[in-house]
Structure formats: structure tokens, C-alpha cells
């Protein structure tokens, strides 16, 4: 039978065997730009591109080196150390061991902080949540809370998530022990006891969900206006953006930040995340870098777009595949460390304009 097929045709079938018996051998796709990302989100006239990372991944030295390579990221995030289940877990026992780790590696590395967060309806102490407040017993429980920790890390913050995730996805507030004690003026009281503590620090609000249009980017939309209008201190919006591949809306995420930033706020991309319904097929690995490059392009396009922060680099430390079971590979390295060709796409982005 091969003898029949001719010379041509019989290189082409070797061909494809090879370039399926590669894949079956999971070569998956790599990257190949030789840019550093924080370098040319500097180049670009970005603050930083930086990452979040967790206190338990700094004992793996593969990780660290990379994470410590100030042209590849000059800006670190804390995922879990500065919550306030970590820093005050019973009342006014305070603990910043896992959050001063985070700060003094972005000292010796030369990163900027973000951090993260101060006051949020999750990882949030069973004494707030269910605690029996009245609306004086807990304003005094916020303001004490975002002093101390704001106060202790005075002068080595760059921004503060003040307000993480207020709103529910119809745009009306989240009704945890803070609304549900204070309605929305927990918002401001918390912002004011932040300004008052490190007057320097960006005081931003932090939510998911502001990446399309609809009734949650409107409300946030009116937040800052009746903030600013108000007086209080709101310098920024974060944009999560944990999206799902091939679910981003270029137009919908840069007209929501221009709605932001025309306000007078800046806005940043803060926890950067891409799922892949699981198992990832080399084309998912290539409309992920695309999906990078489309996110990462929309903050070059906006002045107002600080910075990009991706919720962890690796596929190693990802937060999504034990909080959206079926999904993974969401982030720009491999779960090995290796660079996936979505950091082609942030470093396409970053480099053409
Ligand atoms: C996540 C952390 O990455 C996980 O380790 C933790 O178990 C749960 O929280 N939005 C946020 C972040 O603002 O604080 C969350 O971080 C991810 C969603």
C-alpha cells in the first residue's frame, strides 16, 4: 500500500505522525520573546507589571528567582497575608509576620506594593462577621482595623485595596456585616481612617466583574461620583479581571475604564487571570495569548491605566483550579515555569505602540 503513495505524499503523512506524536508527548506551545515584562510596561509609561504571590511559594527557589527579577515584575501583591483573617484574627490582636515577609522582599527587590486588602466580606474573622454590632461598635471595629494595619506599613505602600468586591453582579451593594450594620457609609469611613493613616497611599475600591458593561460598572461608576462628590479620598478603581479564554470584550473594558477615569481616578488591572476549561488544547494556549494581549492592550490604550498585576504568574500557585474545579491554566507560566505563549501577548502588548 505505501508503495503506491508517491514520495510527496508519503513525507506529508510522516509529518503529520510527527507533529501528533510531539503532541501526544504534551510539547505544548512556548513562548519565545526575550522582553522582560516589567521593563517594558516602564518603557511603555506604565507604573509597573507585577504579580501576587503568597507566603507559602517563597520557599521554592525556582519561583523566587524569577519573582525577584525586577525587569520581569516591579510590583508585588499579597494574595492572602494582608486579609483581615491574617493580620487581626481576634480582636485587636494583630499579626503582620506573613504580610511584613511580602513588603521587605519588595524592598530588597526594588518592587512597589499594592496592597491587599482592608476591608472585605470574605477571609473576613468570625468575630466581625457575626459579631453584634451596632453602627458605632463596628465603625470603631473598621477604623481601628484600617489604622493599625494602614499605619504599620506606612510609607511602603503604593496603593491600598481599601474596598474589596462591595457590590453584587446587579450593581447593588453586597450585604455583609458592613452594609447590613452601616449601609454604604462603611465605604467611606473606611477610605477616610486609610487617608488619615498614610496620607501617600493610593486608596483604591477592588471588585470583579467591571470587565463588561452592565449594572455593576454603572454602580461603581456612581460610587465614585458620590465619593468624589462627597470629598472623600478615592484615588483608584482595581479591575480584577480573572476572565474566562475567549470571553474578553476589548470595547467593553476600555470604555469602562475611560468611564472611571474620566472621573478623576485612575484605574488598574489587579488580579489578571485567563481560565481554560480543562485539558487545554494548543489553540486554547494560543487564544490565550491573544486574550493576554487584548487586556494588556486596552490599560496602553488608557492613560489612565496604572499597571497590570497578574494573580500569580505561575500555573503552579493558581488560585482557580481549586475555585473553579475543571478549569486551570490560567496564568502566564506553566506549572513548571515555563513561559506560555500568553506572555508573548503581554510582552506584544507592551512593546507595540
Ligand atoms: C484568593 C487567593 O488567591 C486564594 O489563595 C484564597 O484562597 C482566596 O482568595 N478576588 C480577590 C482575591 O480579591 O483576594 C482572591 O484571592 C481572588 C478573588
Known amino acids: 500500500m505505501i508503495l503506491s503513495l508517491g514520495f510527496a505524499t508519503l513525507l506529508s503523512l510522516m509529518r503529520v505522525a510527527t507533529a501528533q506524536s510531539s503532541t501526544a508527548t504534551s510539547s505544548a506551545p512556548t513562548a519565545t520573546s526575550t522582553v522582560s515584562l516589567n521593563m517594558a510596561a516602564k518603557a511603555a509609561g506604565k507604573l509597573y507589571f507585577g504579580s501576587a504571590t503568597d507566603n507559602p511559594e517563597l520557599t521554592d527557589t525556582a519561583y523566587l528567582t524569577i519573582l525577584n527579577d525586577t525587569a520581569m515584575f516591579g510590583q508585588l501583591t499579597p494574595a492572602n497575608s494582608m486579609k483581615w483573617d491574617a493580620i487581626e484574627p481576634e480582636q485587636n490582636v494583630f499579626n503582620f509576620t506573613g504580610g511584613d515577609q511580602i513588603v521587605a522582599l519588595a524592598e530588597q527587590t526594588g518592587k512597589i506594593m499594592r496592597g491587599h486588602n482592608l476591608v472585605w466580606y470574605s477571609q473576613l474573622p468570625d468575630w466581625v462577621a457575626y459579631g453584634n454590632w451596632t453602627p458605632e461598635t463596628l465603625t470603631s471595629v473598621i477604623q481601628t482595623h484600617v489604622t493599625t494595619e494602614v499605619s504599620h506599613y506606612k510609607g511602603k505602600i503604593y496603593a491600598w485595596d481599601v474596598i474589596n468586591e462591595p457590590f453584587n ?185
Not at 478615592?234 to 474578553?248: K, T
Request: with cysteine; aromatic share 10%; hydrophobic share 40%.
Open 169 to 353: 453582579d446587579n450593581g447593588t451593594f453586597r450585604t455583609d456585616v458592613f452594609y447590613n450594620t452601616l449601609n454604604s457609609s462603611y465605604i467611606s469611613i473606611a477610605l477616610n481612617a486609610a487617608h488619615a493613616a498614610d496620607p501617600d497611599a493610593m486608596l483604591y475600591i477592588n471588585e470583579y466583574n467591571l470587565e463588561y458593561s452592565g449594572p455593576k460598572i454603572d454602580a461603581m461608576v456612581q460610587l465614585v461620583t458620590d465619593l468624589k462628590a462627597a470629598g472623600t479620598p478615592i484615588d483608584g478603581i482595581g479591575i480584577e479581571s480573572h476572565f474566562i479564554l475567549g470571553e474578553v470584550s476589548a470595547s467593553e473594558l476600555q470604555a469602562n475604564m475611560e468611564a472611571l477615569t474620566a472621573l478623576g481616578v485612575d484605574v488598574a488591572i489587579t488580579e489578571l487571570d485567563d481560565r481554560i476549561e480543562l485539558p487545554a488544547t494548543d489553540a486554547d494556549l494560543e487564544q490565550q495569548k491573544a486574550d493576554y494581549e487584548t487586556i494588556v492592550g486596552v490599560c496602553m490604550a488608557v492613560s489612565g491605566c496604572v499597571g497590570v498585576t497578574v494573580w500569580d504568574y505561575t500555573d503552579k500557585y493558581s488560585w482557580i483550579p481549586s475555585s473553579f474545579p475543571g478549569y486551570g491554566e490560567a496564568c502566564p507560566w506553566d506549572e513548571n515555569l515555563v513561559r506560555k505563549p500568553a506572555y508573548d501577548g503581554i510582552a506584544m502588548a507592551f512593546t507595540s505602540y
